[in-house]
């Protein structure tokens, strides 16, 4: 049998133990490096996911968005937090709190009635970021083929030559606006397509 010191047992178990610590901290520090690498990633696909939201909007489809989340194990401190929707009791405000909500509330409220100018150049500018600054909305496009009355009423045949002329042209814009939709819900198809090609390859990286 080996027999062993008592000082030489201690400074085993020490060494031991600074091994161990020295793997823990090797661990949580490449831990640490790939929770904050998949933030990154995540709030790339967040913000392609704000675009996929909008093109499936405008083609009235549900979002097919891909909201990647943390796991509880990736981020175990969360256990500790409690959630805004998880309290059922009002949130108690200060005077100084409820004057900067109130004052806040008051000055969107203010916007949305106004129009206010700003808004209107970043709506304009996000269109014009995504390509889409000449779209218009189905809606509109459909506001636009509203048919005259009269158009209905009587056959062609029936028609003057004006009246025959007004509804040849009116044919005539009607199929133009269709191409013009077609055209513009194909590039939001492409598009879409190519942010969730996109949103993917961005998910295989990382694995």
């Not at 709030?43 to 990647?68: F, H, M, N, T, W």
Request: hydrophobic letters at 35%; proline letters at 2%; one cysteine or more.
């Amino acid at each position: 049998y080996d027999l062993y010191t008592e000082r030489r047992k201690i400074a085993q178990a020490l060494l031991r133990l600074e091994l161990v610590e020295q793997a823990k901290a090797t661990f949580n520090g490449e831990f640490d490096n790939l929770v904050a690498a998949k933030h990154k990633e995540i709030e790339k696909i967040r913000e392609k996911d704000v675009r996929v939201d909008e093109i499936c909007g405008e083609l009235g489809q549900p979002s097919l968005a891909y909201r990647p989340t943390f796991s509880e194990a990736e981020e175990p401190e969360r256990q500790l937090e409690v959630a805004d929707s998880e309290i059922e009791a009002k949130r108690w405000e200060s005077g100084e709190e409820r004057a900067k909500r109130e004052a806040a509330e008051k000055a969107a409220a203010e916007r949305a009635a106004g129009g206010d100018g700003d808004d209107g150049a970043r709506r304009a500018l996000r269109q014009m970021m995504h390509g889409t600054l000449e779209r218009k909305r189905d809606d509109d496009l459909a506001e636009e083929l509203v048919k005259p009355a009269w158009m209905t009423e009587r056959p062609l045949e029936e028609m003057t030559q004006d009246e025959q002329a007004a509804v040849r042209d009116f044919e005539a814009r009607q199929k133009k606006v269709e191409e013009e939709r077609e055209k513009v819900r194909k590039g939001l198809q492409a598009e879409l397509a190519k942010l969730r090609a996109e949103t993917a390859d961005l998910c295989r990286s990382f694995n």
